[in-house]
């Protein structure tokens, strides 16, 4: 991962490939933004024109080259949009249009050894978001490409390495806020890139066992607790949901929880993922051109795990759970079929009435594993329901809860770490229509409003008196068009960071 620096240096004597600087759009054009202030002087204070004239106009994504002046040690100068001008100069730029700007200019500037970013810096919080742009913009996954086998050598294997290094000028390499702010976006980024490495690989390596592999490996390097049940222990356990959904597939199903424990703890946070590391659809097949993707429905236990390692990495004051409910969802002879009933680990029994709605089959036996702890609250993070994408889009996700301050404390942690998010409603009427004959409820309800069916089926199980909140991120856990800002095409990571400042949140004891 590109190697992130804190400097003072002035950037004309800087030796690096190329000068990253900030331009807005203002009023009557383009306008240079502060941090960039050596470079402006070096144009004679006319850099703003020469923008315009190459056809800069300030806007967010917008990159622009031009050849340093004379007399500085960079050869390139690189521009990059941050969209509109502040229009109160105490307000400084927003902390995401300095992510999209840093991302933009990072994922440029691929192959070089090292760039230095004068954005505009006012402080720690500046020095994060930066700092965070350009780790996730100069994210790349190049594991299976050019046959090689060595998944650090991206060179030899596309041409060209991400980023090496970024200096970012204007921060205080003695100040601890500063220092503070990097390291906390070199932890975070880190584990959100190896999210997106998870929804990103084949899923004939990421099987639920190893997937539940990869975690072992990382709670032991992080001090972090795991416990993995495989099928046995599942049937033994009668977590009658998992392993409904995992028993078409070859690829046994597993549940693997991760406990991170602060001596200091006050509170309790479960966060649970939906972990289907591929979905067929099962009996009820998907059809071509909706099933070429679907390794990437495991986003959800991706954003748990890595979240769990990014506080204890973090130091969090604030005990947290990881609960990864994985299995592969397959058509076979020993699959679950339409109008099986499940007994699930909660002990109610579930008709299902499609076997393409398996993952709130999966988190079900989780959600109520998770309130057998009594925690203070549990997250539920997913990629669940098409519904929500045809009302959300792409690049949003819903938030459901069955309480409103609760839903309103997440959904403005999300929009605090720049993750669209929208609160979305579980209206009561809906549930009557999961009602069924033969069982304690049905895994289907009302077509209409299928993102919010679902939710009141996960409500269905979690524990009396427990704050609980549904992440449904099917829109934005895997872009299928192209990279924009710091998000890359294929897996994005989508609620890492929302799971990472709700940890931090109940640490300081201000979440709901």
Not at 92 to 114: C, F, I
Not at 140 to 155: E, L, P, R, V
Not at 343 to 354: A, C, I, P, Q
């Amino acid at each position: 991962m590109t190697a992130l620096t804190l400097s003072t240096a002035a950037a004309p004597g800087l030796r690096a490939d190329a000068i990253v600087i900030g331009v807005a759009k203002g009023a009557q054009g383009p306008v240079v933004a502060p941090g960039a202030e050596a470079v402006d002087k070096a144009y004679d204070g006319k850099l703003a024109g020469v923008l315009e004239t190459l056809g800069a106009s300030g806007a967010e994504g917008e990159l622009t080259k031009l050849p340093a002046p004379a007399g500085f040690k960079a050869p390139l100068v690189v521009a990059v949009g941050l969209g509109t001008e502040p229009s109160d100069d105490d307000a400084g730029y927003d902390a995401e249009a300095l992510r999209k700007a840093a991302g933009v200019a990072a994922r440029a500037l691929t192959g070089a050894r090292k760039a230095a970013f004068a954005l505009p810096v006012d402080g720690p919080g500046a020095i994060g978001a930066i700092g965070e742009g350009v780790l996730l913009g100069a994210y790349s996954f190049d594991t299976y490409k050019g046959g090689a086998q060595d998944a650090k050598n991206a060179k030899a294997k596309n041409g060209k390495a991400p980023l090496a290094e970024a200096a970012l000028l204007g921060g205080k390499p003695r100040d601890a806020a500063h220092k503070g702010a990097l390291a906390r976006a070199v932890a975070v980024c880190e584990e959100l890139n190896r999210a997106r490495d998870l929804v990103n690989m084949p899923p004939n390596d990421l099987t639920p066992a190893a997937f539940a592999a990869i975690a072992q490996t990382a709670a032991k390097e992080h001090g972090i607790k795991v416990q993995v049940l495989d099928d046995k222990a599942l049937a033994k356990g009668g977590y009658g949901g998992i392993l409904g959904v995992g028993g078409g597939s070859a690829a046994t199903p597993r549940l693997v929880k991760l406990s991170y424990k602060h001596p200091k703890a006050g509170k309790h946070l479960a966060l649970v993922g939906k972990g289907i590391t591929y979905d067929s659809g099962g009996i009820s097949l998907k059809p071509a051109g909706h099933n070429e993707t679907m390794k990437c429905d495991m986003s959800g236990a991706a954003a748990v795990f890595a979240a769990v390692v990014a506080a204890a990495r973090l130091g969090l004051e604030v005990d947290v759970t990881g609960w990864l409910a994985l299995a592969e969802n397959m058509p076979s002879g020993s699959a679950v079929r339409p109008g099986d009933v499940l007994r699930m680990y909660s002990g109610k029994t579930v008709e299902v009435l499609n076997t393409d709605a398996e993952g709130r089959l999966v988190l079900a036996d989780a959600l109520w594993a998770a309130s057998q702890e009594n925690p203070d609250a549990i997250v539920d993070v997913a990629t669940l329901t098409g519904a929500m994408m045809l009302a959300l889009g792409t690049r949003t996700f819903g938030v459901m809860a069955n309480d409103d301050a609760f839903r309103t404390a997440v959904h403005e942690a999300a929009e605090e770490v720049g993750e669209p998010a929208w609160p979305m409603p579980l209206p009561e009427h809906l549930r009557k229509g999961m009602d069924s004959q033969v069982a304690d409820i049905a895994n289907m309800g009302e077509r209409w409003g299928g993102g919010l069916v679902a939710g009141l089926f996960l409500r269905e199980f979690v524990g009396e008196g427990i704050a609980w909140a549904h992440l449904d991120i099917a829109g934005p856990a895997f872009n299928e068009g192209g990279p924009f800002g710091y998000t890359p095409k294929g897996g994005t990571g989508s609620a890492v960071r929302t799971l990472v400042r709700l940890a931090e949140l109940t640490a300081e004891g201000d979440l709901g």
